[in-house]
């Protein structure tokens, strides 16, 4: 398979990888280009599994990015996502589905970084757990923690989203 044949058929998981769990886009194409020029100029006779290898270049490059982020710039960017959710009307479908959309990656962002990844690599890269594994260079066991972790926060900060809804429009609907 040579390098244009590579960036084809991965070009859309890296970036949207990326994506999820920088929360911006221009980093997001910014590291989906560093991975494949590292995918470009390294040997590859050896590696096996190609998605594998590359979502781990990504993730490691992801890490790398993250360490750099200032951790009040973060919660910056999660408060104007849950505020944008939360004080949007319900006019349409459309407009609620991009709500909804934009609570989850809200959601997803407040994730741990070790979980959101995990979670990120099954759910949306749809990765197996051996896959992950080997993208993340930790055992099966922790993977399956980490998603289970990952998912039990989810449901929580979910369910404590929905409440919030719920009590902010029993509000409106009174006065």
């Known amino acids: 398979m040579n390098d244009r044949e590579i960036f084809e058929m991965y070009k859309e998981h890296v970036y949207y990888f990326c994506y999820y769990l920088l929360k911006n886009q221009a980093d997001a194409e910014d590291v989906s280009q560093e991975v494949f020029i590292k995918v470009i100029l390294a040997d590859r006779t050896n590696v096996r599994n190609m998605k594998s290898w590359i979502l781990r270049i990504a993730a490691n ?3 790398r990015v993250m360490k750099r982020r200032q951790t009040g710039w973060m919660k910056e960017i999660r408060n104007y996502l849950l505020s944008r959710a939360q ?3 319900q006019v349409e479908d459309q407009l609620e589905f991009r709500e909804t959309k934009q ?3 809200g959601l997803y962002s407040q994730l741990p970084d070790k979980l ?3 979670v990120i690599l099954r759910y949306l890269n749809e990765l197996t757990v051996p896959e992950i594994s080997q993208v993340m260079n930790i055992p099966e066991g922790t993977v399956k ?3 289970f972790k990952g998912l039990k926060l989810l449901n929580r900060m979910a369910d404590s989203q929905l409440k919030e809804m719920i009590t ?3 509000i409106y609907q009174k006065g």
């Open 61 to 63: 490059e992801c890490n």
């Open 87 to 89: 004080h949007s009307n």
């Open 103 to 105: 609570a989850l990656q």
């Open 116 to 118: 959101r990844m995990v």
């Open 145 to 147: 923690s980490r998603l």
């Open 168 to 170: 902010n429009e029993s």
